[in-house]
């Protein structure tokens, strides 16, 4: 049985994510996890993890759904994977995710790696620039974001 997992921060989850969630179902038949982990590359974050399990489960189109809060719990389940999914935009995105599995000393797992290329339309759409736009009440944000997705994230800034 194939164990695929789609590990990301997921601060907040978005319409990015979903265009690799989505693509990645296309390509396994199992069950893909979507695993809500902490970033000790990215500090604490703008949403705790429980507003970020909330708004992934407003997203995506699974019950899947887990979190992962300390690094050995990471560590245990990149190492217990056969498939590990990561949307990318260019090699920085690629080289971001090397940087993780290092950290999680588990370059071993790099082979498990599958890359998805995120859609030219989504590309602009990240995390850190929705943050960034919630600041300014941006439209693109509140349409990058699912309607609970853009509550949550917005109350941070009000």
Known sequence: ???????GSFDPAHIGHLNTF??????????????????????????????????AKSLFPTNNIDVF???DDITELLNNSSIIIRGFRNDN????ATKL????????????????QID????????????K???????LAKNALTPI???IAKSKFT
């Open 69 to 71: 809060y300390s690094a």
């Open 1 to 7: 049985m194939t164990n695929a997992i789609f590990p």
């Open 101 to 116: 599995l290092s950290f999680h000393c588990a370059l071993r797992n790099q082979t498990k790696v599958v890359y998805i």
């Open 120 to 131: 030219k339309e989504y590309e602009a759409i990240t995390s850190t620039a929705i943050k």
């Open 22 to 55: 989505l693509k990645a179902q296309k390509l396994f038949k199992d069950e893909i996890k979507i695993c809500i982990c902490t970033n000790n590359f990215k500090g604490a974050g703008l949403l705790t993890m429980n507003e970020r399990l909330i708004i």
């Open 93 to 96: 995105d690629k080289q971001e």
């Open 133 to 139: 736009l919630l600041s300014v009440n941006n439209e």
């Open 149 to 151: 997705g853009y509550e």
